[in-house]
């Protein structure tokens, strides 16, 4: 399992940006799909984007597409989440995640199919 650890939350103003980073330690990175996921107080998490192995295909909720941009680089064992023109209701917690890129479950992103999860890092907009 990779062990992963997320940065770049924070603080920001509704219409603001933020870059978040997941750093990955171990042999498999370039060979994981890799995820995000966001939890909303006293919501259930829920996914927010993915991308393949190489980075070649990109998925996004609805709710963050045109805003949010997922991107990896491989030679740095880290995913990025770009986002963009945020809202109050971006306002998460948000979790790295990775599974194997022979995952069974093709283009779903359902919580039980990622086995290694980084421990978060909190975005909050102020509306």
């Known amino acids: 399992q990779l062990q992963l650890v997320e940065s770049g939350g924070g603080l920001v103003e509704a219409g603001g940006s933020l870059r978040l980073s997941c750093a990955a330690s171990?042999?498999?990175?370039?060979?994981?799909?890799m995820a995000w996921f966001r939890q909303a107080p006293g919501k259930e998490r829920e996914f927010v984007t993915a991308?393949?192995?190489?980075?070649?295909?990109?998925y996004y909720a609805d709710s963050v597409k045109g805003r949010f941009t997922i991107s990896r680089d491989n030679a740095k064992n880290t995913v990025y989440l770009q986002m963009n023109s945020l809202k109050p209701e971006d306002t998460a917690v948000y979790y790295c995640?990775?599974?194997?890129?022979?995952?069974?479950?093709?283009?779903?992103?359902?919580?039980?199919?990622?086995?290694?999860w980084g421990q978060g890092t909190q975005v909050t907009v102020s509306s």
């Open positions: 991308i393949s192995w190489s980075g070649g295909r990109t």
């Open positions: 995640a990775a599974r194997p890129k022979t995952s069974p479950y093709g283009n779903t992103w359902p919580e039980r199919s990622f086995g290694s």
């Open positions: 171990g042999r498999t990175f370039s060979s994981s799909n």
